[in-house]
């Protein structure tokens, strides 16, 4: 089947005219998370614990064979069943051994290799004759285009490649920033807001070539800029961050300080770094107890309360992220009196 793009898979989500199979790849991670949540938005919410299933290609429950019961299976309620197979490279594209072979013999030992593992003749199977009421949801990081599973998966889905703003050469990568910025300025416009096109550019090339970034970074101008039309220069440089010079501290100075835009910047340099959201919680709540109860006590009971809640949603196994960001929101306010806490300022 002939690939699809974003605003056509959007449209089928949206009449709710699924197709039998799809490919989601690539590395704008973000924006496929989104799709693969709105495919799955199409079931009704009270019917999704019976129509809905999520499995981890190659682990438990997620084999080939697996996967094709799965989707096979008739819909217990309402009329549509979905399957989403995450991880789907380990099918799509797996490691090979190097060898001095001949491409045709490699391919041949691999798709040999996958028969130990990973034998997807099931899979093949079920994709040449899908279920009518099942869409298949494939999602993958990439795809190895010379695997005979994923050449007849490509043949059979309905595909869509989001590769962000990767390119092998300067050209397709600055079709691909420019792809990206047309699609920020649609987001923007879908969100009630519009943005400056100097400010578009800003935002993509603080991204560098990490389209992850560029959707944290749309997210967090969204709430920045909660209730305003207009996104400008000022507010990218007050949220978006140029380089990764982090203070351990930055956030809860910022929180102090009644700066949320630099809280929110300083926030998304915690996350890119890896650090856990429970540790960051723990200074925010540190700063709670020791330096708003001694500023601003008004303030405590429904900065606790907010705390609460984040912690409630972090367990629930809520986007960490974005409750972080909004509980950094939350207690930003007017600045709150105190010393500058961090290395050598204690």
Same mark, same amino acid.
């Given at each position: 089947m002939p690939a699809i793009d974003?605003?056509?898979l959007r449209k089928q989500i949206q009449s709710g005219a699924l197709a039998p199979v799809y490919l989601l790849y690539g590395e704008d991670v973000r924006l496929i998370e989104q799709l693969v949540d709105a495919i799955e938005a199409t079931v009704? @919410?009270?019917?999704?614990?019976f129509a809905v299933e999520r499995v981890y290609a190659g682990e438990a429950g997620g084999g080939p064979v697996d996967i094709a019961a799965a989707a096979s299976v008739f819909p217990m309620l309402g009329d549509r069943r979905i399957v989403i197979v995450l991880r789907a490279e380990k099918f799509l594209k797996p490691a090979r051994k190097g060898s001095a072979v001949s491409d045709e013999d490699a391919d041949e030992a691999a798709d040999a290799e996958d028969g130990g593992a990973f034998d997807t003749v099931p899979l093949e199977a079920y994709i040449d004759r899908p279920s009518p009421s099942t869409s298949l949801v494939?999602?993958?990081?990439?795809?190895?285009?010379t695997r005979r599973f994923s050449k007849r998966l490509i043949e059979r889905s309905t595909w869509l490649a989001l590769e962000g703003l990767a390119g092998d050469n300067a050209a397709e990568r600055r079709d691909a920033k420019r792809e990206a910025a047309d699609q920020m300025v649609r987001e923007f416009k879908m969100s009630g807001r519009t943005i400056e096109p100097a400010a578009v550019q800003m935002l993509v090339d603080r991204a560098g070539g990490d389209i992850s970034?560029?959707?944290g970074d749309v997210e967090r101008l969204l709430l920045y800029t909660e209730g305003r039309?207009?996104?400008?220069?000022?507010d990218i440089e007050e949220v978006v961050a140029a380089e990764a010079d982090i203070d351990d501290w930055a956030v809860v100075n910022a929180i102090g300080d009644g700066d949320v835009g630099r809280a929110l910047r300083e926030?998304?340099?915690r996350f890119d770094r890896g650090d856990s959201p429970h540790q960051l919680l723990g200074q925010i709540r540190w700063w709670v107890s020791q330096?708003?109860?001694?500023g601003a006590p008004e303030r405590v009971k429904s900065a606790v309360d907010a705390l609460l809640r984040t912690d409630l949603g972090l367990k629930s196994s809520g986007d960490s992220r974005m409750l972080v960001e909004r509980l950094v929101v939350e207690?930003?306010?007017? @600045?709150?009196?105190?010393p500058q806490w961090g290395p050598g300022r204690r």
């Open positions: 974003t605003a056509g009704d @919410p009270a019917d999704r614990p494939f999602v993958a990081s990439g795809v190895d285009r970034k560029l959707r039309k207009a996104i400008t220069k000022t926030t998304a340099l330096q708003l109860a001694k207690l930003t306010g007017r @600045p709150v009196p105190r």
